[in-house]
Structures are given as structure tokens and as C-alpha cells.
DNA sequence: CGATAGCTTGAGAGTACTCAAAGTGGGTGG
DNA sequence: CCACCCACTTTGAGTACTCTCAAGCTATCG
């Protein structure tokens, strides 16, 4: 999941199962805190995630963090490089997966649907990143914000009377690493964004956005 | 092209041609200021850079420009999004290409080996960009600088007696627009670097590094 | 040789960061 | 069941880094 607001014909990756006429591997669960796999582990599976948020997330020798992707319902997470993952992958609420070999990516011997679909899958994620880029190296405070929310309610937002609602299961310190600021910063900007009446914060972890059209402005950079 | 100095096992991608036994598209050539392709135009071929560079490019409604990667022999460029390109293509130099079909990336059919191929090369590509997340969201401006010159000094520098020489076939702003800073900030930290005698500056194009290592601390994050 | 685009340098402003302290809430043990 | 504790969040004050705006410089191209 990323976040930047992007032009694609088809922005967010469908929620449905990838198509799959192989025998499926049974689906896994993982509870809050379990980790999916490390940074250097070798790579076995795939996973698309069926419920739940994970977190994916590298490290840096003097540790610095970045959160690479938040990994939503239909999001495919695990693509190898060199064999290797190279994020750790931890789930945020209890989590189900559908799991996918990797083998089913790589050659697409047994079943070309899952194959293909995989790939399609490998190609958007590209895409996605790229849009991603623009927000980390261009965008402010507020506009890395505006477009977190913007994004998370478009995309799993529930409505609420003439509001909408967006739970936000990981930290502060998480949405920082993720949009490349510091906890304080992202504090303050909730903060500004509630004393101007365009989110409320029902609590920590529960947001809800009382004016869309505005939080969508702040993201695009009209800054008022 | 991304520059965050990465943990991988093979971190460049090879300049070694594609192996590939289907006969091969006549090879592409660009002169500088020509555009490969543009964003938005449905995707009919990928391209691996034979020689030369090619700068990779995506803007924002208000004009802010990020530049998503360069492209440096042995990258492979134009990988497809639902069908179509999501950046501008231009090359900076004469840049010699060899083109491969988009099905061949899609669909496996006509030459297995190849496909496989360019599929490592968007899973590579997955990574590297996940190296440059790290660069644009949680690095300085001097540790992006150096980061850049750091990769580029590994990856098509000239030994020069002791030290080592790299052309920069793009200008400051393209510099700027790749780390997320501005022009200002990158010309700055350009004389800063060369006040402290790790690089020297033969022209424009043109830059020296004296000091390999200290180069390299000051990517890595040593503040001295 | 002059025009011009790109680069460098300077001064000042603003945004986001750092360090510090107070507030909040969930969980645990008494 | 309540109180305490701890981790997380928020707020505050001051700083530093990068940006903006502006002017001078350089190199290239006609």
C-alpha cells in the first residue's frame, strides 16, 4: 500500500483472490506483533493478504528505519530479489493470508493464470513505488498526511452518516517511517488537521474525516 | 538506476546483453533530448541501455518533478503498468538500446529464458527502489549527495591514477529532482565536498573523487 | 562577441527536527 | 476492581537544515 494519490487506470489492487485453478495452500494466520518473515530470509512464498495490515519495513546500520508498504487486503507482498526478502514483514492486527509459491512467480509452470497474475501484480507494484517516490522527495508534512488519510479512506474507509471512518492500526512512529518524518511531526500535523476541522480524532487508532474534499486538496498541495 | 547503497548480493544489474535465442529487435538509438517514451503511451516495448543514459521522469499537477531513476547500461527500462508507461523516457546522451517485446515480459511464449529474465529484472527493480525509499525519506542532503556520487563512482567510474573520475551527464536540477532537494541545495553540497577535499570538481560534467572512503562514510552516515 | 541557460553563492525565512516534559490509555498485578 | 506502570502520544521551546528569492558567475552556442 502506498499513498501518494496516483493517476493509474486501476489504482488499488482488487480485494478478490488471484485466480488460481492449482490446489490452493491452505491460508495463514499470523496474530499482532508475529512477524511473516526477515530481511534475508529466503524466499519460499508468496502471500496476498486476505485480512488484516502488515507492516513492511527496513533497517539501517545506524538505526534509521523506513516503512517500505503497509500491506492491505489484495495487496501482494514477498517478491524475491536474488531469492532473498529484503524487508521484514510484521503483522499489525490478527492477519490472513493466501499463500502463493514462489515458484508460481518464477516460472510459471502449473498454472499460467496464477502466473500471469502474479506478475501483473510484481508490474503495479512498480508502479505504485513510483508514485511513492514523488511523495517521500516532494511532498510537505501535510501533504504526506493529507494523502496517508486520503488514500486509507478511499481505499478502506467505512462510512459514517455523511463522514468517514478509517482505523489506523499502526503507531504514529510507523506513519513517520513510512511518509519519512518523525513522530512529533506527524503528532502536529493531526493536531493541525483536527483544529481546522477537516479530521477528528475519535481515538488513537480511529480517524475520522469530516471534510474529504479538503484533506484530498491538502494532499494534491492547495495549500489552504 | 537508484543509488542508496544497497545490501544485495548482486547489487548491479549486469551489462551483459539479455540471453535470449528468439531473434532480437534491431537496436534502438537515441540522441540527446530525444524522448524514449512518455507517460501515459501504451507500452509496446522494454528497452535494455547498450551504452549511454537515459533519465526516467514523473510530474506532479503543479509542476514539481520527481526524477524516478537514470537508466545506465545493462538497466532495463519501460516495464508496464495495466498496459502503459508511467514516466517520461529522455535520453541525456547518444543512448544505444536494445528493445524486447512487452509479451515477452507478459507472456512467457516464443522464448522462456528471456522472460525469465526480464522478470528478474522488475524484481530487482522492486528492491532497488526500496533502497531509494531509505534515501529519500530518511537521509541528508549530504548523505544523498555522497550516496549518488558513491554508487555512480562504483558503477561507471574511471580509474584516474589514484582516484576515480565519473561523468554526470545530467544537470543539477536532474541531480536535485532524483534526491528530493534543490538545485541550490545540491550545488551547495557539491563545494562543501569539495572544500573538504573528497571530491574535486574538473567541470561541470565532470567530478574527481579524491576520497573514496570518507565518500562512502558520509553516505553511510558517519557525520564527519 | 553577446545572449542565454545553467550553475554558484548569499541572505533570510520557514519547515521539520531535536530534546524535554507532560499527558493519555491499556495492561498487569495486587 | 482499582491503582500503578509503562509505552505511546502530544505539546512546547529552541535549533538546524533546507528552501526561497535574488544576484552574480560561467560556459556554451549562435
Known amino acids: 500500500m502506498y499513498v501518494t494519490i496516483p493517476c493509474d487506470i486501476a489504482p488499488f489492487p482488487s480485494t478478490a483472490p488471484l485466480a488460481c485453478s492449482a490446489p490452493k495452500a491452505a491460508e ?17 512464498w508468496l502471500y496476498q493478504v486476505t485480512s488484516g495490515v502488515l507492516r513492511l519495513t527496513r533497517l539501517l546500520a545506524d ?14 507482498v514477498g517478491f524475491p530479489a536474488a531469492g532473498l526478502h529484503h524487508t521484514d514483514c510484521e503483522a499489525l492486527t490478527d492477519v490472513r493470508l493466501q499463500p502463493f509459491r514462489r515458484s508460481h512467480l518464477e516460472n510459471g509452470e502449473g498454472d499460467p493464470e496464477l502466473h500471469r497474475a502474479l506478475l501483473q501484480a510484481a508490474l503495479r507494484e512498480i508502479s505504485a513505488m513510483q508514485d511513492h517516490f514523488m511523495m517521500l522527495g516532494r511532498k510537505s508534512a501535510t501533504e504526506k498526511l493529507a494523502s496517508f488519510l486520503s488514500v486509507l479512506s478511499d481505499r478502506v474507509g467505512e462510512d459514517l452518516g455523511a463522514y468517514r471512518q478509517i482505523n489506523l492500526p499502526m ?33 488513537i487508532h480511529t480517524i475520522i474525516i469530516q471534510r474529504p474534499t479538503a484533506l484530498r486538496g491538502l494532499a494534491e498541495g492547495s495549500d489552504d
Open 28 to 44: 495463514a494466520r499470523l496474530k499482532p506483533g508475529a512477524y511473516l518473515y526477515f530481511e534475508g530470509d529466503e524466499v519460499e
Open 63 to 76: 538505526g534509521r528505519r523506513q516503512v517500505i508498504a503497509f500491506g492491505y487486503p489484495g495487496d501482494i
Open 171 to 203: 503507531s504514529r512512529s510507523d506513519i513517520a517511517d513510512f511518509l519519512g518524518l518523525t513522530t512529533e511531526t506527524v503528532s502536529r500535523t493531526f493536531t493541525q488537521l483536527r483544529k481546522s476541522q477537516i479530521i477528528a480524532i475519535h481515538n
